[in-house]
């Protein structure tokens, strides 16, 4: 686990500079990943022709985005990372792999542990001056200058810290979820109400335009009542026969 063979690109890299720090935190309130400190651009670049999708965050951090099969979980992804870019265990945040080791299988953290302290003692050790007594004449490095080691109590509160931190995230966005929806409701709402007062004004103005109509029908009725008395009254003057008037 986490043991493989220097692949090209991890010598090509091994000139290049290191972010500041790499520490893990959650994404997207779901996934376990690492996050770099002021990565150098190529870097970043390598990363990205290796799949690895990168996310910027509003304080400059990069959120290395670790993509996973329907079989992996967030510690086979993370290993995956690590074999591609096994120089960063140097600035790895011990802490916040403990942080996250409830999320985590226990592999996974032993590892990542195990490699992070190796890899920084190594850094420390080839960072003294050359005049330093060597490691193997019996003295130990400071302890002051190697990566904390969290205890049990540490790494348990930090678990239920940050778990009730994303359970606080949970619960705030399906707030937030029912709140849009409420609006959303409310301008369906009045939208429907608008309509509906809209549809009653219509329906009254056509009620108003029926009852003129049968007001026009009724007196067209009567004119032609009136025109049809006419007609009769003219064609009985019209039958009627002529007087005959004598000549002296």
Do not use: W
Not at 139 to 163: G, Q, W
Not at 225 to 248: G, H, M, N, Y
């Amino acid at each position: 686990f986490l043991q493989c063979p220097v692949r090209d690109h991890q010598r090509a890299m091994a000139s290049v500079k290191l972010p500041s720090s790499v520490f893990l935190d959650v994404h997207d309130e779901a996934t376990v990943c690492p996050v770099l400190v002021d990565p150098p651009l190529p870097m970043m670049e390598q990363m990205q022709r290796s799949g690895f999708e990168l996310v910027g965050r509003d304080n400059g951090d990069i959120v290395v985005f670790t993509p996973q099969t329907e079989n992996e979980g967030s510690g086979s992804a993370l290993a995956t990372f690590f074999e591609h870019f096994p120089q960063l265990f140097q600035v790895l945040d011990t802490e916040s792999i403990g942080k996250f080791a409830p999320f985590l299988d226990e592999e996974t953290v032993s590892a990542l542990e195990r490699r992070a302290t190796e890899a920084q003692a190594a850094a420390l050790q080839d960072a003294e001056p050359a005049d330093a007594p060597p490691t193997s004449m019996g003295l130990v490095p400071d302890p002051s200058r190697l990566p904390r080691r969290m205890s049990a109590s540490d790494s348990m509160e930090d678990s239920l810290d940050t778990m009730k931190q994303i359970l606080n995230n949970s619960v705030m966005t399906a707030e937030a979820a029912i709140e849009r929806q409420q609006r959303q409701y409310s301008e369906e709402l009045f939208t429907m109400q608008a309509e509906q007062s809209q549809l009653e004004t219509e329906r009254q103005n056509l009620e108003k335009e029926r009852e003129s109509l049968v007001q026009k029908e009724a007196q067209l009725q009567s004119e032609l009542e009136e025109v049809d008395k006419l007609r009769s009254q003219i064609e009985i003057a019209a039958t009627r026969p002529k007087s005959k008037f004598l000549c002296c």
